[in-house]
């Protein structure tokens, strides 16, 4: 979300609810959601004067949405713990978790704009340039087809995208160039340099990663108040582990991410809420996080939830609930999940099904499979270990968010 509405006398909804009905295409909708960002459809005069205003530019051009672009978050994987967080000593409240950019309430430029009758080609660079900071190519393309002044102050930003793809194949060594995190830093910085917020947060990646890690939490804290909800996740993350550890502003920032719509940062909120790490411990907030990141296809959720229905924490407790999360989380590679899922085959009686799952927790480093595997494997005829084994061969997991 780019921005903060006006939440005192409930307009700012309304108007986007009207404003919805009449913005199918895409370049139409940024139009409309710049506008509502800026305060300048506050009441239904200005509505009205928008809507007749709408430029209908090459619109076959814009009815299919765009590919996403994808964007890497701050590595870390899970460790051996159940639920994973460190305890802290905090009190939290929603009340602090409101937008940080306040630019479109305040400005002079904003005043400007409210006196020029809607002409939204007449928004400030600088506004205009704060506002698409976390567009992709094809959501740029598709704004600067608005109008001229649009395709003029958005030109810095189609720039850094350019930079950001070459900095991509530095970074991995595609597109018939040899890996080299220097290029790939230079061009992230200069994408940064110009706006892009997705640049920003692939320099930040880089310097974290090389042991810069003053400059990667600069980049990110640079990206989160521009709205970037990777960027507010990778902060979060970072505060995390800073020295000392800023726990309460990392659960500000996880909360923010989460509501975007994050996968990453909902289950790491709802790890803050399950041990009161920066925030107060709830246990229904926290499996109901869980339950927003295992539905967008996080694993770690995934196996978490399971928990939680299985022994009755933050949700009402289900056997049923239970095994199906496990599943989902083991058959997409969740090596603790697939342990706990063959034993719980094996307590059903399938015997090949859970030799299966337990050899691949073996494989993933769980040696206490080993042990049950092998167990039950001196049960089976030949035939059925070698067919054991050829399935788990050819094993592959299904995609998820990780």
């Known amino acids: 979300?780019?921005?903060?509405?006006?939440?005192?006398?409930?307009?700012?909804?309304?108007?986007?609810?009207?404003?919805r009905q009449y913005c199918s295409l895409r370049h139409l909708w940024i139009q409309a959601f710049c506008l509502v960002g800026?305060?300048?459809?506050?009441?239904?005069?200005?509505?009205?004067?928008?809507?007749?205003?709408?430029?209908?530019?090459?619109?076959?051009?814009?009815?299919?949405p765009p590919k996403k672009m994808k964007q890497s978050t701050?590595?870390?994987?899970?460790?051996?713990?159940?639920?994973?967080?460190?305890?802290?000593?905090?009190?939290?409240h929603q009340s602090e978790f409101k937008s940080t950019s306040k630019f479109w309430s305040t400005s002079s430029s904003s005043r400007?704009?409210?006196?020029?009758?809607?002409?939204?080609?007449?928004?400030?660079?600088?506004?205009?340039?704060?506002?698409?900071?976390?567009?992709?190519?094809?959501?740029?393309?598709?704004?600067?087809?608005?109008?001229k002044s649009?395709?003029?102050?958005?030109?810095?930003?189609?720039?850094?995208?350019?930079?950001?793809?070459?900095?991509?194949r530095f970074k991995h060594g595609r597109g018939g160039v040899r890996p080299n995190l220097n290029k790939a830093l230079e061009s992230f910085l200069k994408g940064a340099a110009r706006g892009?917020?997705?640049?920003?947060?692939?320099?930040?990646?880089?310097?974290?990663?090389?042991?810069?890690?003053?400059?990667?939490?600069?980049?990110?804290e640079k990206a989160a108040k521009l709205g970037d909800?990777?960027?507010?996740?990778?902060?979060?993350?970072?505060?995390?582990?800073?020295?000392?550890?800023?726990?309460?502003?990392?659960?500000?920032?996880?909360?923010?991410?989460?509501?975007?719509?994050?996968?990453?940062?909902?289950?790491?909120?709802?790890?803050?809420?399950?041990?009161?790490?920066?925030?107060?411990?709830n246990l229904q907030e926290a499996a109901r996080w869980y339950l927003k990141a295992a539905e967008g296809g996080y694993v770690r959720a995934m196996y978490n939830v399971a928990l939680c229905y299985s022994v009755g924490e933050g949700l009402a407790q289900s056997h049923r609930l239970a095994r199906k999360w496990m599943k989902r989380a083991a058959d997409r590679g969740h090596s603790k999940a697939q342990f706990e899922h063959g034993l719980g085959l094996f307590s059903e009686g399938e015997q090949l099904k859970a030799v299966v799952y337990l050899e691949l927790a073996t494989r993933a480093g769980e040696?206490?499979?080993?042990?049950?595997?092998?167990?039950?494997?001196?049960?089976?005829?030949?035939?059925?270990?070698?067919?054991?084994?050829?399935?788990?061969?050819?094993w592959r997991a299904l995609p998820s968010s990780r």
């Open 1 to 19: 979300m780019w921005c903060d509405f006006k939440r005192s006398s409930g307009m700012g909804l309304v108007v986007m609810d009207k404003v």
């Open 38 to 64: 800026l305060g300048l459809l506050g009441d239904e005069t200005n509505t009205n004067l928008f809507l007749r205003n709408l430029e209908p530019v090459s619109l076959f051009m814009l009815t299919t």
């Open 74 to 92: 701050w590595p870390g994987r899970s460790d051996g713990s159940r639920f994973k967080s460190l305890p802290v000593k905090h009190q939290f």
């Open 112 to 147: 400007q704009i409210r006196s020029s009758d809607g002409d939204f080609s007449k928004l400030p660079f600088d506004v205009l340039t704060k506002i698409a900071a976390s567009f992709t190519l094809p959501d740029l393309q598709a704004a600067s087809l608005a109008c």
């Open 150 to 168: 649009w395709s003029e102050g958005l030109r810095p930003l189609r720039e850094a995208m350019l930079f950001l793809k070459w900095g991509k």
């Open 196 to 220: 892009s917020t997705l640049a920003m947060v692939d320099a930040g990646l880089l310097y974290w990663e090389i042991g810069d890690k003053d400059k990667a939490i600069a980049l990110y």
């Open 229 to 281: 909800r990777s960027g507010q996740c990778n902060l979060g993350l970072a505060y995390l582990q800073a020295e000392p550890s800023k726990r309460k502003e990392a659960a500000k920032w996880l909360f923010q991410a989460s509501k975007s719509g994050h996968v990453r940062a909902q289950y790491q909120f709802a790890l803050c809420l399950h041990q009161g790490s920066g925030v107060n411990c």
């Open 367 to 394: 040696t206490a499979a080993a042990h049950v595997k092998n167990v039950i494997l001196q049960q089976l005829s030949a035939t059925s270990r070698d067919r054991v084994m050829n399935l788990a061969d050819n």
